[in-house]
């Protein structure tokens, strides 16, 4: 069974910078579509940033310029740079894969 371990996240003042990781627990090498979804309070999930079957990535016009979304297929993990984090960032955030198989998510709250 495919598994998927979100980490990184916490408690943050506005300005300020966190990475998440997503650990996968199968090779990564050959799947492009990959990314990093997050959901609010009383909001529907979205995309924040993700790898698309080309190979390209996107990025919701909310965290372009802030954001940057990596990987490491060797250790097989996924990453979210935050920076300039703001407080309407706050939101738990899920890392996926195919858009199938989807970590447990991670906190990540902005406030002074």
């Known amino acids: 069974q495919v598994q998927l371990v979100e980490s990184g996240g916490g408690l943050v003042q506005p300005g300020g910078s966190l990475r998440l990781s997503c650990k996968v627990s199968?090779?990564?090498?050959?799947?492009?579509?990959m990314g990093w979804y997050r959901q609010a309070p009383g909001k529907e999930r979205e995309l924040v940033a993700g790898f698309t079957s080309s190979g390209r990535t996107n990025y919701a016009d909310s965290v372009k310029g802030r954001f940057t979304i990596s990987r490491d297929n060797v250790k097989k993990t996924l990453y979210l740079q935050m920076n300039s984090l703001k407080p309407e960032d706050t939101a738990v955030y899920y890392c996926?894969?195919?858009?199938?198989?989807w970590g447990q998510g991670t906190q990540v709250t902005v406030s002074s």
């Open positions: 996926h894969l195919l858009n199938h198989y």
């Open positions: 199968m090779s990564i090498f050959s799947i492009n579509t």
